[in-house]
């Protein structure tokens, strides 16, 4: 399928992994429900008739839904981007000093084309948050960032994104908790949480806390789930998977994630997918996607990698 990608950048976007998890997830639903709304693009590829994105980040939720009000449109974002742009082409420190001007007039006035200029300006595509709530990713370094096919690139994603908003979708800044809470035996939801054991790239910090009461509550629902998470790397396994997952049914696949500020942290890892429905229909391992075998290694008790062996590329599977 080809993916519609959204106008906001995150770290760990699932671009690439969309189609793979929508054939997991199915038609079967009534209504789509996100309690990590995040970019937006399994959501919006999926094209629900009704909807609820909930997000505990307020300037997510804020900017979607200038967009379904018309406050943001293709247009304003081309007026906006060209002109900002042009200060940021022109402005002292390499661009620099625009930057901090944009995210210092964020910081205050939480306006969601500055909001899109950060997500877009921003160090390696990143989003994080302060713990009084301000952004703080460095510059990208690249003063000449907005040129004319970037911002067409960026206005026509926004505008993609127009005529995807239905009148029936809900926006909501909320804890994900409340989300769940709120979903009926006929909703799906899809959880795309804070990867625990990874890296922290949200409003919020995520702690194993989180993660419990997450498992908890997805265990008690009468909504069927999708759920995105991490199975290893070269380097260790999610051990948090078998603490609190291993009840359920799960598949999972090669990924690579284009993040890190250097070449060498830039890994492979296998992702997974946690349901509480029979996925029969889905392949264990990459969904019949062939991978060359390649060197395995053996993990410790936390994880971490002990000793090399060669085996298969398919990498341990629980059983729902």
């Known amino acids: 399928m080809k993916v519609f990608i959204p106008p906001l950048k995150c770290q760990g976007i699932k671009t690439k992994l969309v189609p793979w998890i929508l054939d997991t997830a199915g038609r079967d639903f009534s209504r789509w429900v996100e309690p990590f709304m995040g970019s937006g693009v399994v959501g919006f590829n999926a094209a629900p008739q009704r909807a609820l994105f909930a997000d505990s980040n307020p300037h997510i939720i804020a900017f979607y839904s200038a967009i379904q009000s018309g406050r943001v449109t293709e247009h304003t974002v081309r007026r906006y981007l060209q002109r900002e742009g042009a200060l940021l082409r022109t402005a002292d420190d390499n661009g620099y000093a625009h930057y901090r001007l944009v995210r210092d007039r964020f910081n205050g006035a939480h306006d969601p084309h500055d909001f899109l ?157 946690i349901c509480n429905f029979d996925i029969a229909h889905i392949a264990e391992h990459n969904h019949g996607v062939y991978v060359k075998p390649q060197q395995q290694f053996l993990f410790d008790e936390n994880g971490y990698k002990d000793q090399p062996s060669v085996a298969s590329c398919a990498p341990r599977i629980a059983q729902g």
């Open 117 to 273: 200029f950060l997500s877009r300006a921003g160090f390696n595509g990143m989003m994080r948050f302060s713990k009084t709530g301000n952004w703080n990713i460095p510059f990208c370094k690249k003063p000449d960032r907005f040129a004319p096919a970037y911002i067409t690139k960026i206005c026509n994603q926004v505008a993609n994104c127009s005529l995807a908003i239905q009148d029936t979708w809900v926006f909501r800044h909320q804890d994900f908790r409340k989300t769940i809470l709120s979903a009926g035996a006929d909703d799906m939801i899809y959880c795309d949480p804070p990867y625990l054991g990874r890296y922290t790239d949200y409003y919020n910090n995520w702690t194993e806390e989180d993660e419990r009461e997450l498992s908890g509550l997805l265990k008690t629902t009468k909504a069927r789930f999708v759920l995105s998470s991490w199975h290893h790397n070269d380097y260790r396994v999610n051990v948090n998977l078998e603490k609190y997952w291993s009840g359920f049914n799960i598949v999972t696949r090669d990924h690579f994630y284009h993040s890190g500020a250097r070449e060498e942290n830039r890994n492979s890892m296998v992702e997974a997918l």
